[in-house]
Structures are given as C-alpha cells and as structure tokens.
C-alpha cells in the first residue's frame, strides 16, 4: 500500500522567512503533484513533477523531486501573507493493469500560515 | 479551462436518507474520482471510474455507491445516510495526456455534507 507522508501538519512563519515542506512516499514513482488549497475552497493544481531531478517554480514556491529517495520539497522564499493555505503532495500509481487507470494517493496537508 | 462543477455547496440530510452528490466535467475526462476530506486525514479515495459504465472501488467504499451513465457525469450515492459519512465531498476528472504525461487532476468546488 502506498503511503505519503507530510511534514510538518501545520507551519506558523513570519513574512519574508523561509521554509520547507517534506512530502516522503513508499514505493517508486516519477510522478508527483502539489496542490493548493484555500479554506473553504477546493485544490487548485500547482506543480507536476515528472522525473528525478525535476525541479519547479512558480514564483515564491520551488517544488524539487529525487524519486531515489522518494522525496519531494516545496520551498518557500520570503513568504507573504496570500500564501496562507494548505499545501498537498500527491503520487500516482496504476489501479489496475490497464495503463492510463491511474489514482493519485495525498498526503495529510500541510497547514501554512504565514503572520504578518 | 477545465470545469468541474458539483450539484451542491452545502447539504444538510437526516440518518437513514438516501443522498445523491452529482459531478459534472466538460473536458472529456476518461476518468473520474470522487474523495472525501476530513480534518487530519487528507484525502481518501472513495470510488472511481474511467469510462462510461465502469466504476473501481478505492480505498474507503463501504457505505457509498456511484453511477457513470455518460462520459461528463460521476454520481456518488450515500444508500443510507450516516452521521460518520459528514464530511467535504470532492470530485475530480483526470484526462491521461500520454507517454511522459501526467495525470493531473482537476477538482470541482467540493460539496459539504451534514448528516444529522
């Protein structure tokens, strides 16, 4: 069974620190998601990373995979305060022996609040 | 843009009745998920389809059933209602974008369920 473990649960920093979410999972993949989430709100998609060594970034956010050490990060830079939400990590595996049935497994949240 | 919408927000129902949470998708997704989320739990996945007609049991089945009629529409039906099935209800359409791709997924807005 394929587990996804975050860390940490929940992360109070100040604007401009930075920090790292830890995204660890058990078995082999080369694919892994971030998501995003807003309270209240559904997941909005915010990198994909298709290989070892993959590395993203979309402004604040740095997303790397090493698929050897089956770990993923999501780096934050200077934090401000519309980063505030809850960070996802997901990978995927095939359900069943026909290719392209695929789930995605997601790891328990990280809850980011980001303190003026 | 891909659109994922679901038939209600908000739904407050009693023990023992019969729920339908419907998820509508408009970019010819294969596949289609629905999830429940729970505080300190992630994501789970409750069922699955990818095609018309067919449907996958995930990781947390008991109590819920679905229908795939056509392509665009994933049902999720709580047979008899329960207060531990009170949770945020989310679907998801994934569309397999080939070798090397992804499967990325695309959440809806997510239904919030009460079962008093």
């Known amino acids: 069974e394929l587990k996804v473990e975050q860390n940490p649960l929940f992360l109070s920093m100040q604007e401009g620190k930075n920090y790292t979410i830890y995204c660890n999972y058990s078995t082999t993949s080369d694919r892994l998601y971030w998501y995003r989430q807003d309270p209240g709100k559904s997941l909005e998609s915010l990198f994909v990373l298709l290989s070892n060594g993959a590395v993203k970034q979309e402004g604040r956010l740095m997303a790397s995979l090493d698929t050897k050490a089956r770990l993923s990060t999501l780096h934050i830079t200077a934090a401000v305060h519309d980063l505030s939400a809850t960070y996802f990590c997901?990978?995927?595996?095939?359900?069943?022996?026909?290719?392209?049935?695929?789930?995605?497994?997601f790891g328990t949240g990280t809850r980011l609040t980001i303190i003026p | 843009d891909v659109k994922v919408t679901q038939s209600s927000r908000y739904l407050v129902k009693r023990t023992g009745e019969k729920v339908f949470l419907e998820c509508v998708q408009d970019?010819?997704?294969?596949?289609m998920f629905w999830y429940r989320q729970d505080p300190g739990l992630g994501l789970r996945l409750i069922y699955f389809?990818?095609?018309?007609?067919?449907?996958e049991k995930g990781d947390i089945p008991e109590g819920y059933s679905v229908s795939r009629e056509k392509k665009e529409r994933f049902s999720l039906i709580l047979e008899s209602a329960s207060t531990n099935q009170t949770s945020m209800y989310l679907c998801?359409?994934?569309?397999?974008?080939?070798?090397?791709?992804?499967?990325?997924?695309?959440f809806g807005p997510g239904t919030r369920l009460t079962v008093t």
């Open positions: 998801a359409s994934s569309l397999w974008s080939g070798w090397g791709g992804t499967y990325e997924q695309y």
């Open positions: 389809s990818y095609d018309v007609k067919m449907k």
């Open positions: 997901a990978v995927d595996y095939a359900l069943t022996s026909n290719f392209g049935n695929e789930k995605l497994t």
């Open positions: 970019m010819d997704h294969e596949n």
